[in-house]
């Protein structure tokens, strides 16, 4: 058996847990049992519901977090990162393990569901949503708390449970309209699919996807060096299944766009997207940096692509999907905005040279509160002051899609960026001055 997974069982159950999670589902489904005039019928199935979300999506997610957060409190992660046990095994073993008990409450929640249901027809179906959205949301907890841990954020786990309460706010809907979606069409790539189902198919997915991302990040803490081939796979697999959920015949009649500009336009957003998410939680080391450069200078271009961070790989696809989408197709003024896609790529070039620029000052821990402070002010306080005193220009000079002459954002977007780099060069440099000046004194 897996030596995490049992090391979990172990630690989580005991004769007292294992009689006591019974024990209070009976005391409180009894008291359903009652309210509902002595039967088991909505008032228990829905309760059954409403205690398995609480069990497994709340606490489960809550307990998941936690598994990283406890090794290190106990110092055992280190032991842990330098046994035999492989990622994978670390993986699974971390994810349903630690959650085991919730699980087993959670299950027994279901069966009593499926039992008192006034709706037999739909309980496969809700079954399945269901755990589905227990596994989301324990390993989206999992995968959120791995990256708190590189970015050093050991004992905060303020940043994890955020992060899950407002991921639930989206699954928890899902879990819980089942009934309603059930006989709606929808068409993907032209095949009609029945929406419940097609749901639940996109439900796996996103739960094997995101275990997947754990495996991954639990290698790199295990020191394995991989490449980001996983990553391109999965930026493939997003464009891939979000242009397929366009309804092509529609929207080409409404707006005039076929296949290949609906492609181009969901490739750019999926990789701006993805650029500032993996930007903003990853762990912006300025030697991770001088490591690259280094790698590169030598030619060792396999171990710069093991440890090129995914958010660069993001940054790369993302730009000719810009300049296409720019040369080829004009772009619509949305009210005062023109959405220049080389423009809007610039200001995330803008936006990253920000975050790292003060991730690379030597107190680098307010560097993400900074940059967002700095994000409001540009893209609206700035050009809201400039635009309430009648001078556009100016407020085009500062958000260049206020612009519109794209030669004109071009060139403001280029020189904002421009400066953000040199003067993020000038930090990095004063860095690595830093950190030779302390060698040479120890």
Known sequence: MNPEFERNLYLEFSVARLIGMPAFLLVIFFFTYLIDDKNFDEVTANSALGLYIAIVLFWGAKQAAESIFDELRNNTWDIQKTSAISPWSLAWGKL???TIYMWYGGLLC????????????????????????GLLAQSLSLLVSLFSLRRKQSFNTGFSYLFVLFALFFIMP????????????????GVGFDVAYFGAITLILACLWTIVGIYRLLSEELRIRTLPWVWLLFI????FYLTGAINLEEHEQEHGHGLFMIWLMISFCVCVTSSYLLAFIDDNNPMLARKLWIYSEQEQWLRMFQELPCWIISVVLALPTAVIFTLLFPMEQVEEVYPYPIVIYLLMLRDIGILLFFSYAPNPKRALGLTLLYMICLYGLLPAIFHAMDAEFIAGIILPIFSDNVLLAIIFASVQTTLIGFLLFQRWQGRLADVRKQNREY
């Open 96 to 98: 349903f393990g630690s």
């Open 110 to 133: 279901l069966f009593i569901y499926a039992v008192a249901t006034p709706e037999p027809e739909h309980v496969f179906l809700t079954l399945v949503y269901s755990l589905g959205c």
């Open 174 to 189: 899902i879990m819980l309209n089942v009934d309603d979606m059930r006989n709606e069409g929808m068409t993907w790539y």
């Open 236 to 239: 493939f697999f997003l464009i």
